[in-house]
């Protein structure tokens, strides 16, 4: 269909199948540096202008109401699929999952064996994708589908907009809003994403670097490897400084070591229990953390503690005193070997106490997904709790070495 439209490849790639990876694309040969991997020309890519010179446009212009472009292109895709062999688009919509892996399209049963941060998370995505189809509803009221005189609710139906929406989401690429098509929509933000067929064939690496904007010279959207491909090499793009989690809930996957990871503590983490301290003196020493603005980026990566996270196991230890020299300490860094040697005591108990935690989250998951047959989005998450258990684990050894 692409070629028959006029599209011409920019370089040599074959869709293949990779072990880690699944589908994909194939360099077949030799990719330099700052070579264009894929161009396609602008009359085959779905923008908002695309949208507001079809019929599906018309009906949008004629109502009061203001949407989104993630919305409008979203609509557009029901749309086109509803209209089926009468739609330009057919052939690529043909080529678009049916069914994701987000748990967005997950049951209740199977989600609730997730621990809670993950599932306020899942649940702040449901309710975030139910209130932008509540607004589409309004729109919709009584109006009749010119195509089939069906009426319009049983066109956008909520599983189609949400199939419609998560589509948008995974598959849509960024454009600056100065290089994007003009229009004639109302839109409640800026008009920078649009749909690309064949861009969606390339999987995501945190360890790709590539540019990709609109050239008006070649009149197309291009995407540029900023490194090598050998020829045989999985050909990757970046979607961005994703974290597993943000992986998982809005694209279905996640990645073995991602580098975006981040592991949140909270004050539940630093009970008294955990430090055998007084209430009085707990209470006292988490004020002074408030008072000081250090209650809040507590987290560690694979590489190592956030510097807050240091500062709290400083405050927390023997060696802490609410004086000008401890004061002087945490904000030159400036730590003696027996002051490390306390921040390196409560670090491991915490960093602990964390990898115990998920190690159950993920020992309770993994056993129901074995025992029962589940969305494969819920085996997805066994995956992300044991990359973060993963995490908590090189987090351990870097501290040995760090402290």
């Not at 040697?341 to 074995?370: A, H, M, P, R, W």
């Amino acid at each position: 269909w692409l070629l028959s439209e006029g599209w011409r490849p920019a370089c040599k790639l074959k869709m293949s199948s990779f072990p880690k990876t699944g589908r994909g694309l194939m360099a077949k040969e030799l990719i330099a540096p700052n070579t264009v991997i894929v161009r396609i020309p602008a009359h085959l890519l779905i923008s908002v202008k695309c949208v507001s010179e079809s019929p599906l446009g018309h009906i949008l212009k004629a109502c009061e109401a203001y949407f989104s472009v993630q919305q409008v292109l979203a609509l557009f895709l029901i749309w086109e699929k509803h209209i089926g062999i009468n739609s330009f688009w057919r052939l690529y919509i043909a080529t678009l999952p049916q069914k994701y892996t987000s748990p967005l399209f997950a049951n209740e049963r199977d989600l609730d064996k997730l621990p809670n941060f993950i599932k306020e998370r899942i649940s702040e995505l449901r309710s975030d994708v139910e209130k932008l189809y509540k607004s589409v509803q309004n729109f919709i009221g009584g109006k009749v589908c010119l195509h089939c005189k069906k009426y319009l609710f049983n066109v956008f139906t909520p599983d189609e907009f949400k199939w419609a929406w998560f589509t948008v989401n995974s598959r849509s690429v960024y454009i600056s809003p100065e290089q994007n098509f003009p229009h004639d929509l109302k839109l409640t933000d800026a008009n920078s994403l649009i749909l690309a067929p064949f861009l969606d064939m390339f999987n995501h690496s945190d360890d790709a670097k590539v540019n990709a904007s609109f050239n008006r010279n070649s009149s197309s959207y291009e995407i540029e490897s900023l490194i090598k491909y050998n020829c045989y090499d999985q050909v990757f793009v970046n979607y961005g400084d994703h974290s597993n989690l943000k992986l998982y809930l809005e694209y279905g996957f996640v990645l073995n070591k991602n580098k975006n990871d981040i592991i949140f503590f909270n004050k539940c983490d630093f009970n008294v229990e955990t430090f055998a301290y007084t209430v009085d003196d707990y209470t006292k020493k988490l004020n002074y953390l408030i008072s000081k603005n250090f209650l809040r980026d507590l987290y560690c990566t694979s590489e190592g503690l956030s510097w807050n996270m240091y500062v709290f196991c400083y405050v927390f230890s023997p060696s802490f005193a609410f004086d000008e020299s401890a004061t002087k300490k945490i904000y030159s860094g400036t730590f003696d070997t027996n002051d490390w040697y306390n921040i390196s005591k409560l670090g491991k108990i915490v960093l602990k106490n964390k990898l115990i935690e998920y190690q159950q989250y993920f020992y309770e998951v993994d056993k129901y997904v074995t025992e029962n047959n589940c969305n494969e989005s819920l085996r997805i998450g066994s995956y992300l709790l044991k990359a973060y258990i993963d995490i908590l684990n090189d987090c351990l050894v870097k501290f040995d070495s760090q402290c």
